[in-house]
């Protein structure tokens, strides 16, 4: 008897976990491999947590609110777990500032971070046989949300010569009745892309054809400071109906409060079915949201923060992102197909070819962290393979520095460099 239980609960903690790399976790081993001195500090641009750096830093008028709903004793107590009525309230207003339908509080559901609202997402759209569409590069989250939902991932690829548009001939191919839903992260992470208004135009149509949605991952949303503005897929929502996620994290610079949300953009009410509107809120029960006190401020948050704030924050990053690809210029065996328009990523191309000892991206990374003490991304985690991930949303002296030691990185590495010697 005893036996019987040992084995059956072996059964369950030894069920598969999906194999997915996880950002976090191959950071997490290239941090190991470094042999910071002194001298050679580590510079860390593999993550994008720009608080990281101090000159990315939130504005006070978040903090004051914080403080204020904390210190009122008045949100100490559960909220509703779709959010504090105020705080959808506040959200829909914001998101309605740019949309030809206005949205209501009932649209919008309060997460824990966007990561909650892409969980949230999936877990709605979730059904036996079903599959979802994921950009090639993209948000790793993605996958291995839908593996753990036993929801098929299908991959359609972004186009590095055509500013990372999607392919949509791809996504025609790919998509069947079991489509749940295209997914669009602009402006883009990993590869800094920022879509015109006819392409994201494009993809709802493209959605209407192929009688799925759009889910339009926009986390990164307004932090553009390229030629196209940021334009919010919600415009398109009478084409196709659109699940918008996103957070406070990447514009107000404070990925740490937890606070996020996923919105219901669809005039013509596909997302206003009853039985829909049900799963949503009890999907909520399980999820439970972000702290109270933080959702109290959110309505103050958002009307109080000044243009100013944001302002500076997309001047330093087109700053450091212009830092970014000019070095990358000078540096041999790489190129960089795209400067980044927006978000805080760049995807550079690794020419392997030219490179003495390097046998992939994951190996470049080991090797760079372990010589120079320099983090970036290797591009298979994205699902780009001999490509790197570099994130710019870091000060601009460590950025020269991470950059320069680059540099001498792929020069001793590389045919050209040692063949002149
Ligand atoms: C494309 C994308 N979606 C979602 C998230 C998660 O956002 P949050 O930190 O608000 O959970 C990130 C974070 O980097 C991201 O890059």
């Not at 790793?140 to 999607?166: Q, S, T």
């Not at 669009?184 to 800094?192: A, K």
Request: aromatic share 8%; proline share 6%.
């Amino acid at each position: 008897m005893e036996g019987n239980l040992v084995g059956a609960i072996n059964n369950q903690v030894e069920m598969e976990t999906p194999n997915n790399i996880t950002i976090k976790g191959i950071l997490g081993l290239l941090m190991a491999n470094t042999e910071a001195t002194d001298v050679k500090k580590v510079i860390s641009l593999g993550m994008g947590d720009p608080t990281l750096y101090s000159c990315f830093h939130s504005p006070d008028v978040a903090h004051d609110a914080v403080i204020e709903s904390l210190t009122s004793h008045k949100f100490n107590g559960y909220s509703p777990t779709v959010g504090l009525p105020q705080t959808r309230k506040a959200i829909a207003d914001y998101l309605s500032r740019e949309l030809p339908e206005k949205l209501c509080a009932d649209d919008v559901y309060i997460t824990a971070g966007c990561t909650q609202a892409i969980e949230l997402a999936l877990s709605i759209l979730a059904r036996p046989g079903a599959n979802i569409l994921l950009p090639r590069p993209g948000f790793p989250i993605y996958a291995l949300c839908a593996a753990f939902r036993n929801i098929e991932v299908r991959y359609f690829d972004l186009i590095p010569d055509k500013g990372w548009e999607v392919d949509l001939n791809a996504v025609e191919a790919l998509a069947d009745h079991n489509t749940i839903g295209i997914v669009v992260i602009n402006p883009g992470n990993p590869c800094g892309n920022v879509y015109s208004y006819q392409h994201l135009q494009q993809i709802a149509e493209t959605a209407k054809k192929l009688r799925t949605i759009v889910i339009a991952d926009e986390v990164y949303g307004h932090l553009a400071f390229g030629a196209n503005p940021f334009v919010p897929m919600g415009i398109f929502g009478d084409i196709a109906p659109v699940l918008t996620l996103g957070s406070l994290s990447k514009r107000w610079l404070v990925p740490g409060w937890r606070l996020g949300w996923l919105v219901t953009n669809d005039p013509n009410g596909t997302f206003k079915n009853p039985k829909f509107v049900e799963r949503i809120k009890k999907y909520c029960d399980i999820c439970g949201g972000p702290a109270t006190f933080i959702q109290a401020a959110v309505p103050r948050i958002i009307q109080q923060t000044e243009d100013v704030f944001f302002r500076k924050t997309v001047n330093l990053l087109k700053w450091t992102a212009d830092i970014c690809c000019d070095k990358i210029k000078e540096i041999p065996c790489i190129s960089c197909p795209y400067k980044p328009e927006g978000s805080m990523a760049v995807m550079v191309k690794l020419h392997l070819p030219l490179m003495i000892d390097i046998s992939d991206d994951i190996d470049f990374c080991f090797k760079l962290a372990k010589e120079e003490s320099v983090i970036l991304l290797p591009g298979l985690a994205v699902g780009l393979k001999n490509w790197i991930r570099i994130t710019f949303a870091a000060d601009p002296a460590s950025l020269e520095e991470a950059l320069g030691r680059l540099k001498s990185f792929c020069q001793r590495h590389s045919y050209q460099q040692n063949d002149h010697h």
